[in-house]
């Protein structure tokens, strides 16, 4: 079993930054895919970033290209979202996940992750 917390949410101006922090615990993911999703208010939740486990191979959506950058430190079994120049339509509850087995591309493409956090709210104001 893994527990993921999810930390570092909160209200900041449009072209501000936040850094999210996602802490696993019960076992090491740092062989799981980890990855970020959001849902925006009336929205189905999202795709927005994942991680390859040993972190050479990175993948976003559209929408947070190039302002939007996900990195792990697997020795303190942590993975990051560093969000840049953020946008009212960047405001969402943020879940972490992360899944042990299955290819990364499988998972960003169905959802199927095999954990999940509970979320943190990040909200942009216009």
């Known amino acids: 079993q ?69 990195s792990r430190d697997n020795a303190l079994n942590t993975v990051y979202l560093q969000m840049n120049i953020l946008k009212p339509e960047d405001t969402a509850v943020y879940y972490c996940a992360a899944d042990p087995g299955q290819d990364i591309v499988v998972v960003i493409t169905t959802g199927e992750w095999g954990y999940w956090g509970q979320g943190t709210q990040v909200t942009v104001p216009s």
């Not at 999810?6 to 850094?19: D, F, H, K, Y």
């Not at 208010?41 to 390859?52: H, T």
């Open 2 to 70: 893994v527990t993921l917390v999810e930390s570092g949410g909160g209200l900041v101006q449009a072209g501000g930054s936040l850094r999210l922090s996602c802490a696993a615990s019960g076992r090491t993911v740092s062989r799981y895919a980890m990855g970020w999703f959001r849902q925006a208010p009336g929205k189905d939740r999202e795709f927005v970033a994942a991680i390859s486990w040993s972190g050479g191979s990175t993948y976003y959506s559209d929408s947070v290209k190039d302002r939007f950058t996900i």
